[in-house]
C-alpha cells in the first residue's frame, strides 16, 4: 500500500511524524542493540524522554523510571502491561516503544467484546480456501501473527475487554511464543523471532472490562501509569497539542490558556 501525504491524514503514525528524530537516533546510536531492536535500549529511551543535544523532543512525561522499567522488560521474556486511569498515555506510551523498537507501531489488536481467536491468531481467505483448500496464501494472518513472523512488537489495546476465554488464547501464546496451524500439515507452525514481544493496556475502571486470570498475569509485568499531578503543566501540555493541531491543519489562532484551564472557559 503506498503512504499518503502526511499532511493530508488526520493522525499520522508515530513512525511517520517523527522519522526525522528516528533518523537522527539512528544515526547517533553507538550502543548494542537487542536482537531484532531497530535502536538500543537507550536511544528508545531518548526517543520518549527527548534529548536536547540532539533535537530529539520529548513525548512523554511524568515518569521517567516507568519508560526505563518498561523498555527493559521488553528486553525479556515477559509482555508489558500498562495499566492506569483513562487518559493516561498509555496508548501513546506503547505506541512509542512499538515505534522506537521495531519501527512500526501498526501490528496492534484492539480488544473489545467482540474480539475472536481469529483476530489474535489467524484467519483465512474463504474463497481462496475454497477453491485451493488450505494454504499459506489463503491464509489471513493476525497482528500478532505478523509480529511474529517479522520479530516485531505487537500492541494488544484493551486487552480486559475481551472475553476471559480470548484472554486465555494469550496465555498459551505467551508461553510457547508460537502459532501452531494444524490446517496446513503436521508440524506447520509460526516461531516467534527474537524482538517479538507483546505490549498489553488495560483500563481497569470502565464497566465492561472483565477480570485477567492469575495464569495471564503472571506473563507479563504491570506497570501503573499514572495522571500528570501538575496542574499548571497539563494546562500547557493540553496548549502545546492543541497549537500542533492548529499547525497540522494550517489554521492560524490564538489560543488563549483561560481557555484551556478547567473551570475558567469564558462564556460566548
Ligand atoms: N504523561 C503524559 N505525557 C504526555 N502526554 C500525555 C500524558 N498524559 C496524557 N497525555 C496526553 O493525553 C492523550 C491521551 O492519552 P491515551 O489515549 O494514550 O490515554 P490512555 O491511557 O490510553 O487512555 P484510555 O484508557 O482511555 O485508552 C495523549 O495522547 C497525550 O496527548
Ligand atoms: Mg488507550
Redesign the pocket.
Known sequence: MTQPDPASVLRSSAEMRYRAELDTLRGADRDPRPAGWQLSPRAVRRFILGDAQLGVSR?????DPLVERAIVTLMGNQGLM?V????????????LLATAISGDSALTIQGAAGTTEDHIRYAWNYALLLAEGPSERALVPSPMYRAMVAGKLVRF??ITRCPPEIQDTMISLLSEKQIVVPELGDGACVHARRGFNVIA?A?L??RGVHEMSSALRRRFNFET?R??RDHAF?VE??LA?VRRELDGAGLQARIERDVVGPGRVRSA
Not at 513525548?59 to 515518569?63: A, H, P
Not at 492506569?84 to 505506541?95: F, I, Y
Open positions: 513525548k512523554f512525561y511524568g515518569d500498562l492506569g486511569e483513562p487518559g493516561t498515555a498509555k496508548s501513546l506510551l506503547s505506541e489495546e484493551e493496556t483500563n475502571r470502565d501509569v495522571p500528570i497539563e501540555l493540553v497539542q
